[in-house]
């Protein structure tokens, strides 16, 4: 089945059970999106044990199949981060999922949707333009493209080679 343009309109609770039923990310879980002007995410990364996190991420642009974030703050274990030192460990928890079209150059996330297309089950299509009007999202899409049979990856960490 081919729709060719769609509205969608997601709350913060539609984002979370999308990302909870259907993107699994080892380590990570998001426990709430806040959509207003800024998103807030809060949730959970593993790294030897179980630390809390709080983001404050704004929509940029989309072009070319690409979105661009930004990431105004984060807030790992209720403790805020320098710029510098947030660089970083972003950096270092985003690199494992570089494979994915997931990519951070300073404090602006990049997300090649062509790649995170491959980790949507049943569903291909193209993200035109995204807006935040009353504490929701409205995307705008075209080209969907409803497919049962449809394979996807899953999103995995890179493995770490012990030699």
Known sequence: MKVSAAKFTLTGQDI???INDYVKINDLKIDSVDIDDIFTVRGTYKVK???PFQAKIGIGNIYNDIINLKIFSLH?????MLSSVKNVFLKKLLNDYSKYGIE??????TIDLNLIYKLIPYFNLKIKKITVVKNVLEIYTNNIIYDPNKSTIDFKKKSKNLS
């Open 49 to 51: 044990l179980v630390v």
């Open 16 to 18: 979370l059970e999308i």
């Open 104 to 109: 951070l150059n300073k404090d602006t996330l």
């Open 76 to 80: 790992v274990s209720k403790i805020g």
